[in-house]
């Protein structure tokens, strides 16, 4: 069944190159392996699949089948695991002329020879991987589709300059590493990098642990609406119909969403566990994640292995559902100490945080596709490109802050080059 569903598919989307992503071989097919070869050799000479009508007038063994909503993974897993069965039926099939033909110790090590190999053959029965050497016609599709839909797989940063260096902006299925001195204001700059996201039509998980919703969703007030932070949390805005009728234009007819979740949220705690579920239940509504507080996440084990194993995983649940994932860490303290300027030479550049101040979050580094490091003292802010794709590791941005009215703007001229 699932074969003639598998090349109907195929046949009908004119999807060959598919079977090549998955691995998928003649010998795989079971019932259909003529029919498979019939449709590769027509592939190779006239660039695309034939008709359906042509393959059942050729094979009348052919079960066509039309409509076939399965998606290419789950067809091709279950044809990769019955094939792995088939084979190991296959070698199995030669255990009793073996027992009765070798020696103890032989069939001992024939037998654990044959055990290795099935266990290989079943791992890789669950796993793809891209042949370069055969996936030109994916790589046509997926370069046609960088044209078309550029826009939507770049999520914008809120910094005009920073937006272009990073070659468009965060890349959906990247992981994102921003650090900071403790206190310098890395939450603020993560509210207004997922506020901007939200406004430019992405969905937001947020992920606070530090901070209660309450103080989390007026910092994005304060973002959007320029309302006095310190005034909205203690209810003495001087403008307060002005903000009362803000919120109006938050409502259900918004239907891009942007979820926070805080301490009060997350009772057991922020964990890998945690996010995956999440990103599951909420499917493709979300397509940046913000972490504020790697440090404050639960880890799998106590101390450094802990923390590289979750940014591994980070990584993965990042590229696997295809969201930005946006980390924020905190730098040692004692880094900087030892960069701290002279109150006199406030025109010296503002000392930022370094890879090498690294302390425990060099997975972190390893595994981010870019990592952005901020400090900021009396208004003046430094982001700087740590680490990225593209040519413009070292160059920084300069920002005018101005947190408690949500003011966070380039003060340096923009420079593309």
């Keep these: ?112 020879e044959e055990a290795t190999a099935l266990e290989a053959i079943a791992l890789s029965s669950s796993s793809t991987a891209t042949n370069y050497a055969t996936n030109g016609a994916e790589r046509k599709e997926w370069y046609n589709e960088n044209k078309e839909n550029r826009t939507l797989t770049y999520i914008p940063t809120p910094y005009e300059t920073l937006t272009k260096w ?67 949390r203690r209810g003495t805005l001087d403008n307060e119909e002005a903000y009362l009728e803000y919120l109006d234009g938050f409502n259900e007819s918004n239907e891009v969403p942007y979820y926070v979740k805080s301490m009060e949220d997350l009772p057991n705690g922020l964990s890998t566990e945690v996010i995956k579920a999440d990103l599951e239940m909420l499917g493709d509504k979300i397509q940046m994640v913000i972490i504020d507080g790697f440090n404050l996440m639960k880890f799998p084990k106590i101390g450094r292995d802990g923390m590289s194993a979750t940014s591994r995983e980070l990584r993965q649940i990042f590229g696997r559902h295809k969201v930005v994932g946006l980390v924020i860490h905190q730098t040692p303290t004692s880094a900087e100490k030892e960069q701290k300027i002279d109150e006199d030479e406030m025109d010296a550049e503002l000392p930022v945080p370094q890879l090498t101040d690294y302390s425990e979050t060099i997975s972190l580094i390893q595994d981010s596709a870019s990592v952005l490091t901020f400090n900021q003292k009396d208004g003046r802010g430094r982001l700087f490109i740590a680490k990225c794709r593209e040519p413009h590791v070292g160059k920084s941005v300069d920002l005018r802050c101005n947190f408690n009215l949500g003011y966070i703007t380039e003060s340096s001229p923009v420079d593309y080059f």
């Design 166 to 232: 990073l070659g468009g902006g965060f890349e959906l299925g990247d992981m994102t590493l921003l650090m900071a001195y403790t206190n310098k204001g890395k939450s603020w700059i993560g509210s207004h990098i997922g506020n901007t996201a939200h406004e430019a039509g992405f969905g937001v998980l947020h992920y606070s642990p530090e901070l209660s919703k309450k103080q989390q969703v007026y910092r994005n007030d304060t973002l959007r609406g320029h309302f006095d932070n310190v005034k909205i």
């Design 1 to 112: 069944m699932e074969e003639a569903k598998l090349l109907s598919k195929v046949i009908d989307e004119n999807s060959f190159y598919t079977l090549t992503k998955y691995n998928i071989h003649a010998e795989d097919f079971e019932a259909y392996p003529h029919v498979y070869s019939y449709v590769r050799e027509y592939v190779n000479e006239y660039h695309q699949t034939p008709d359906y009508r042509t393959v059942v007038e050729k094979f009348s063994d052919f079960d066509y089948k039309a409509d076939v909503s399965d998606n290419y993974a789950f067809l091709c897993k279950k044809i990769k695991s019955f094939s792995a069965k088939r084979k190991a039926v296959l070698k199995l099939s030669k255990v009793n002329e073996y027992f009765n033909t070798m020696s103890g110790e032989e069939f001992a090590r024939w037998l654990k």
